[in-house]
């Protein structure tokens, strides 16, 4: 067995977005999601740190290929969702609340099929540079 290493990519994104859910009042959705269901949206600076771990190519000496991946996350990801309102704009949010964490498992789930199954995949998505969600979870 090689040796495994995992590298990681950062990249970046604003969207503005509004949690609530469509079942609920209100006056639920304020006390549940506060400031961040008002009905005229807010945005976010999202940081997205993407982590692959795998045994090192002993032919490329990459685990994965950086510029592969960094192409990759701006096709799928940078050029869906930047500079986007996620609940109006996107086919991905306009029935799913876009909570970080459901933004963290779309954006999972639009790069994985496009990484090698024997690669782990795993996602940190900031929303601020305090709040931040991993998918999948350990």
């Known amino acids: 067995m090689g040796e495994r290493v995992s590298v990681y990519r950062r990249e970046h994104f604003n969207a503005a977005?509004?949690?609530?859910?469509?079942?609920?009042s209100d006056?639920?959705?304020t006390k549940v999601f506060g400031k961040c269901s008002l009905?005229?949206?807010?945005?976010h600076n999202y940081e997205?740190?993407?982590k692959v771990t795998g045994d090192v190519d002993p032919r490329t000496g990459f685990v994965m290929d950086m510029k592969v991946l960094s192409e990759l996350v701006q096709e799928q990801v940078v050029e869906r969702f930047d500079h986007k309102n996620l609940n109006l704009?996107?086919?991905?949010?306009?029935e799913l609340?876009?909570?970080?964490?459901?933004?963290?498992?779309?954006?999972?789930?639009l790069l994985r099929p496009y990484?090698?199954?024997q690669l782990d995949l795993k996602l940190r998505l900031y929303e601020t540079p305090r709040n931040y969600v991993e998918y999948p979870a350990e």
């Open 39 to 43: 009905p005229h949206y807010h945005g």
């Open 115 to 117: 990484i090698d199954n």
């Open 27 to 29: 006056d639920l959705n």
């Open 48 to 50: 997205l740190e993407i």
């Open 97 to 109: 609340n876009p909570t970080a964490e459901n933004i963290a498992i779309v954006i999972y789930r």
């Open 89 to 94: 704009d996107t086919k991905e949010f306009r």
């Open 17 to 24: 977005h509004r949690l609530f859910n469509r079942e609920w």
